[in-house]
C-alpha cells in the first residue's frame, strides 16, 4: 500500500480494535485505495470491518454507543488525500446478496477475514442484475433543481460512485475474466469499454471530474459531469439491450 493509504489505515485500525474489543475479527480496505487512479478530494477510502456476530443487533445494526464513540475518534484523522472513511461492518454471515471482496483488490490491514473472496460468477451475475434495473435518467437528479450548502456536491459524489461502478460491471460482462477486469485501475478499465461512446463519454466525466476537485467550486465542471454522466448510463443501457439480444 502506498504511505498515504497505509497511514490512515493504521489510525481506522486503531480506532475500530479499541472501540470493538474481543468482537474484533478482522479489517481490510479496498478499491482504489488499494488499485490506484482515485481522484483527490473526490475517492473515499473503504473498510471492511469483521466483527463476531454477537455484537450485532436484531437489525443488523451496532450499538449506538459504539457508533458514537468510535466517531469522535475517527474525526480526528486527516483523509488527505482521500474525500472521507468509508465502512461497511460485517459478521461472517453475510446479508442475502452480499458478495465478498474481490481478489486483489483489498489488503487484510488487521486481523483475519472470515468470508469468502468473490468469485468470476458472483461478479459477472451483478453486473447482469445492475445493468437490467439501470434507468437513462436517474431520477436523483431531480435534486438539480435545489441549491444550497452541498445539494451539487452530494449528486455529483453519487454520479462519481455510480459511473464507476458501471465501468468495471459492463467490463464483466463483455469479458471472461470479471476478476481480472476489477484489479484494473480506473483509467485503464476506461480504454477497455466496448465503444467509442461509452469511452469518450467515460473519458470526460473524469476529465470534468478531475478539474471539479479537489476545489469544488467549478459549476461548469460539475454540469459537465452530470451531462456526460448521463450520456454513459443511456448508452450502457443500450449496449446492454444490445448485447442481451445476441
Known sequence: MKKEV????????DVYKKHTGKVFIGLIVHGSAVKGGFIHGSSDIDFQLFLKPSIFERNGMLPLELYLKAHQDLAKIDTTPFRYIQCKALSSQLPDGYIGPV???????????????ATNEQLKHSAHESLYRLYDTPNYLTALLDHGKDRLTHLIRLLCTKVSTLVYQVLSIEYDNAIQIWNMPKNLAIRCLPNDNLKSYAELFYTHAKSYY????????????????VLFFDNTKKWYITHSEK
Open 6 to 13: 497505509q497511514k490512515i489505515a493504521e489510525q481506522v485500525m
Open 103 to 117: 481478489p486483489g483488490t483489498y489488503k487484510i490491514v488487521a486481523g483475519t477475514m472470515p468470508i469468502q473472496e
Open 214 to 229: 479537489p476545489q469544488e467550486t467549478s459549476i461548469y465542471d460539475a454540469l459537465e459531469m452530470v451531462k456526460y454522466a
